[in-house]
DNA sequence: CCGAATAATGGACTCGTTCCAGATAACTGA
DNA sequence: TCAGTTATCTGGAACGAGTCCATTATTCGG
C-alpha cells in the first residue's frame, strides 16, 4: 500500500516530528514491505529511494518513529527487530522457529486477554504481549518435501 | 534453593547428558539464582564455584539444558537472555521496563489462554508466549523518589 | 531569509553470542 | 580396570545488531 508523501508527512507533523526525507522513506518502507520487516530491508528500501542513507539515519527514525507511535516494533527472541504501521489495537504475532517471519493474529479471546493477572507481583503493567511460536506454510512445506 | 549434586546428576542422565562438573554447575547456578538470571550471573556463580570456567562450557550447558527441557530461556526484548529451572507448565512472565528483572505469573485465565488464535494465517502454532509488560516495585520506588 | 535547534554522516566501538581447532574429559564395552 | 570413541571444554577470534561520537547538513520559527 503506497502513501503518499504528503500523507506521511502529515503524519510526522502531527506528532511534531521534524519532516526528514529519511524519516518519510522509513516509514514508507515499513509500510510498504510485506510482513514485519528488519530494519535490513528498511535500509535498503529507503536507499533505493533516497539514494544514500546512513545506517543511523534509518535506526535513528525507526527510534524517532516508535517513540511517538508512529510504528511499533516487535522483537522476537532470536531474531533481530522488526517494525510495523499497525499500531494501537493490540494485536498480536506469530512467528515462524525456522525463517523467522511474523504474521498478524487478531486477538482470540476478545479485548484484552490475559491482562488481568491473578499476581503481578507488585508490578505496575501497562501491556500483555502475546506470541504465538509455530511453522510458517512456507517452511512447513519445505521440511515436507526434505 | 540448594540442589545436590546427586539431584543434578541423576536429571542429566535422565536426558542423556553427559554429566560434567560445568554442567552441574551451570544448573544449579540456574536453580539458586533469584529471578531468572542472565548468561552473566551464571558464568559468575559457576566460576565461583569450579574456579574457572570458559564462557563457551557455560554458552554450552545452557543450550544443552534448555533443548532437552531442563530448562527454559527466555528472552525479553532488549535484554539478554534469561533462564529458568521452572519448566513445563507454561507460566507467564513480567518483566520490567526500567530494570529488565523479570518475575512468573500464573497464567491469569486458566490453562491456556489465547492459545487457540482465531486466523492462524496457516502457521503450525505449537506455544502460545505471554509477556507483560510493567514497572517493578523497587524502580517504582525509585522514579517515585526521583 | 537568517539563526537556533535538530537530524544525518561515517567511523569507531560495545555487547551478546557463536565459531573454530586443539586439548580434555566422560561414557562404552571388553 | 582400561582403552577407544565421542562429546565436551578451552581460548581466542569473529560476527551481527545496535549505539556513541564529533562534525556537517537540514529543518523550521521568527
Known amino acids: 500500500m503506497p502513501l503518499s508523501v504528503d500523507e506521511v508527512t502529515e503524519?510526522?507533523?502531527e506528532h511534531d516530528l521534524r519532516?526528514?526525507?529519511s524519516r518519510i522513506a522509513v516509514y514508507s518502507a515499513v509500510a510498504e514491505l510485506p510482513g514485519h520487516p528488519e530494519v535490513d530491508s528498511i535500509a535498503e528500501r529507503v536507499r533505493d529511494q533516497l539514494g544514500t542513507a546512513s545506517t543511523q539515519a534509518v535506526y535513528d527514525g525507526l527510534r524517532a518513529l516508535t517513540e511517538v507511535g508512529l510504528l511499533r516494533r516487535i522483537e522476537p527472541a532470536g531474531s533481530p527487530a522488526r517494525y510495523?504501521?499497525?499500531v494501537g489495537d493490540n494485536h498480536h504475532h506469530v512467528v515462524c522457529r525456522i525463517c523467522g517471519a511474523a504474521h498478524d493474529i487478531d486477538c482470540a479471546v476478545g479485548a484484552a486477554p490475559c491482562l488481568d493477572p491473578?499476581?503481578?507481583?507488585?508490578?505496575?503493567?501497562?501491556?500483555?504481549e502475546v506470541?504465538?511460536?509455530g511453522v510458517c506454510p512456507d517452511c512447513r512445506a519445505k521440511k515436507g518435501a526434505a
Not at 118 to 128: K, M
Open 131 to 133: 506470541t504465538f511460536w
Open 11 to 13: 503524519r510526522l507533523r
Open 19 to 21: 519532516v526528514t526525507a
Open 118 to 128: 491473578s499476581d503481578a507481583g507488585g508490578f505496575a503493567i501497562d501491556e500483555a
Open 84 to 86: 510495523e504501521t499497525r
